[in-house]
């Protein structure tokens, strides 16, 4: 059972233009919603997250929208550049764990052409 | 700066093989977590362990076993290595989660390519 559903699974934009990775969710309990990005060779690292009171925040080219009514969330990466070419994956943390024990999506490989 | 750091980049192992993976932190993390990362699947956790000697499932533990002897340590460990466990494995720490605040981030190291033939 997927709990996180990310899409798309692959996505290439120009330098210059803007980047857009969606989530989703069905448990209404998740309390907070990161996102991870994953250069090649490297592990994930966090790059911006969001509580579930907040409709946005921005870091930053990178903004993380969020709407709870919808269970949905997305990443925006503005102005994209080709070092942010990387794989990116929207996360959810399991509700009462105690040990921020995260549920992740599929992945997002993002390619910003020159 | 925190540094999670797996023993080995690569490792080719023949099927039936016990294999460890095993991993070091150096931010005195209490939480340490395994996962695997599968294209198309994204990353699954296998196990995670909150304190010494201490250890829980994840989504994925059929195949697999850990171990947790030290707090700075997480050892992962494939009793017998089948071809389906060929993979890249991430470990990653953090601190607690419960009480903490909740940008308590997870930290990977760049993980372990495993290859059992």
């Known amino acids: 059972q997927q709990q996180v559903k990310q899409s798309p699974q692959s996505l290439i934009v120009q330098k210059g233009g803007i980047s857009i990775i969606n989530c989703a969710y069905e448990n209404t309990a998740f309390d907070y919603f990161p996102w991870y990005q994953q250069f090649p060779g490297k592990g994930p690292a966090l790059l911006i997250a969001i509580r579930p009171d907040v409709s946005e925040k921005k870091e930053g080219r990178f903004t993380i929208s969020f709407n709870k009514s919808a269970k949905q969330f997305s990443l925006h990466i503005m102005d994209s550049q080709p070092g942010d070419s990387a794989t990116y994956f929207c996360a959810a943390r399991v509700p009462d764990s105690g040990y921020s024990t995260l549920t992740f999506g599929k992945g997002t490989m993002l390619l910003v052409s020159p | 700066d925190v540094k999670v750091t797996q023993s080995s980049r690569y490792l080719v192992k023949r099927t039936g093989e016990k294999v460890f993976l095993e991993c070091v932190q150096d931010m005195d993390h209490e939480n340490m977590f395994w996962y695997r990362q599968d294209p198309g699947l994204g990353l699954r956790l296998i196990y995670f362990?909150?304190?010494?000697?201490?250890?829980e499932k994840g989504d994925i533990p059929e195949g697999y076993s850990v171990s947790r002897e030290k707090k700075e340590r997480f050892s992962l460990i494939l009793e017998s290595a089948s071809t389906n466990q060929t993979s890249m494995y991430l470990c990653?720490?953090?601190?607690?989660?419960?009480?903490?605040?909740?940008?308590?981030?997870?930290?990977f190291g760049n993980g372990t390519r495993l290859t059992v033939t």
């Open positions: 990653a720490s953090s601190r607690p989660g419960q009480g903490a605040p909740y940008n308590s981030p997870l930290h």
């Open positions: 362990s909150y304190d010494v000697k201490m250890k």
